[in-house]
């Protein structure tokens, strides 16, 4: 049997936590390197004690791993320290000294070397904008989505703090950009701002790099982000919302993917990523695939001549390009969500309509006027839970969808005809 070998738990001396009683020093000899260098494998893992606690693990491979117990909160720990020979003796008993003053003060010394590991680990990320990268990449979204809430944080975010160290952010800053992003771009572009910051903040306290989050709740601060925004239209505020959009001086094509998505009834995010080889004008439909839909189902959308006659001219303007509704700065990009929402701010609706209300209202609207509900289901590619009535419902509504959506679109020009001058 090798020297002074232990299979007893209770050879090993014990550090105890603050709130017990001081450890009894073991008053066994100190042993020399020799000895451990000399210790042999057996059938069995056994330990081999070299006073207050600490001991080697030796396996039957071989191996001499140092293993120092203690005791807190009334239980017995191991902590690893490292492998014999390349940590010595005396480095081992070193860490032993700088664990037992952790544990007098009621920390796990694992636990803290873990910490200084995560503070090493993710030091590099020193900036708000390196930050929002690492967040970004840990989600588990579609590319598009991601570069959506990468292009609002270029916008909206990191021209104040992006370059800035993590720490150095205070809470007022966070709270200027919101303000701004409120005034400039609209409460739901400031919302969105909010809840991306505190996700990105959030990693950061969680990997140490910051004490706290600077993203308050701000109940009175900021302006009210009012819910009147997401109710259904009144035919009357459709004909002003359209008549409005007619009158909008700015990008012809962000008003007409605007129109798209009214007379189609399509999210805004299918519509403005649209792409040329979904079309087929002279049928009249749309084929948006089942990658770029929310089910992740193809989706057949009947399109009414007013569509039809919106997509011939974008298509005078774009048809070369991918998308029928390229970004303003990279025409390989369709452009973004928040064309529409700039421009409704513009017109005074923000606050009042977002983008995803138009199919809140198409519904509405669509019930009230006796359409039958399947139809305007299908049409809004909400699924149905049986797949036999979802193929029957696939194979039979189109017609009838071509003759509503056609009833639609005539509807919006009548109540936008409606308004006076």
Do not use: C
């Not at 839909?293 to 991918?322: F, N, S």
């Amino acid at each position: 049997m090798p020297p002074h070998r232990s299979d007893a738990p209770d050879n090993t001396g014990e550090a105890q936590s603050h709130n017990t009683t001081s450890p009894q020093r073991s008053t066994k000899p100190r042993v020399s390197d020799a000895a451990l260098r000399a210790l042999k494998p057996a059938d069995k893992p056994y330990k081999y004690s070299v006073g207050e606690g600490l001991y080697l693990e030796v396996s039957p491979q071989g191996s001499k791993l140092w293993r120092w117990k203690y005791r807190l909160g009334g239980k017995e720990n191991r902590y690893a320290i490292g492998s014999y020979p390349e940590t010595s003796m005396k480095e081992a008993r070193e860490q032993v000294d700088a664990a037992r003053k952790l544990v007098k003060q009621g920390q796990h010394p694992a636990q803290q070397r873990k910490i200084e590991r995560l503070k090493a680990i993710h030091g590099h990320a020193s900036t708000f904008k390196a930050l929002a990268d690492e967040w970004l990449s840990l989600k588990d979204w579609e590319e598009l989505t991601k570069a959506r809430r990468l292009d609002m944080l270029t916008r909206v975010v990191f021209p104040s703090i992006g370059d800035l160290p993590v720490r150095a952010i205070a809470p007022s800053m966070i709270l200027d950009i919101l303000k701004k992003a409120h005034s400039n771009n609209g409460p739901s572009v400031m919302a969105e701002a909010k809840r991306t910051m505190f996700g990105i903040f959030e990693l950061a306290a969680e990997t140490f790099r910051v004490d706290a989050n600077p993203v308050h709740q701000w109940r009175e601060a900021l302006p009210k982000n009012k819910t009147q925004h997401k109710r259904a239209l009144e035919t009357t505020e459709i004909g002003q919302l359209l008549k409005d959009v007619d009158g909008h001086g700015g990008n012809l094509q962000t008003q007409s993917a605007f129109k798209l998505m009214w007379f189609t009834l399509a999210r805004p995010s299918e519509v403005i990523e649209a792409e040329w080889t979904e079309f087929d004008l002279e049928a009249a439909t749309w084929r948006v695939p089942a990658e770029r839909m929310k089910k992740r189902r193809e989706h057949v959308i009947p399109l009414p001549t007013q569509a039809v006659d919106l997509l011939k001219t974008m298509r005078m303007l774009t048809g070369t390009r991918q998308h029928v509704f390229p970004h303003r700065d990279d025409k390989t990009k369709p452009m973004v969500t928040a064309a529409f929402r700039q421009m409704l701010h513009v017109l005074g609706w923000s606050g009042r309509f977002s983008p995803h209300a138009t199919r809140t209202t198409g519904s509405t609207r669509l019930n009230e006027l006796g359409f039958p509900s399947d139809w305007i289901e299908r049409q809004l590619a909400h699924t149905e839970p049986n797949s036999v009535r979802r193929t029957y419902n696939h194979a039979d509504y189109m017609k009838d969808r071509i003759t509503m959506m056609q009833g639609w679109a005539d509807l919006l020009n009548r109540w936008k005809a409606d308004i006076a001058p």
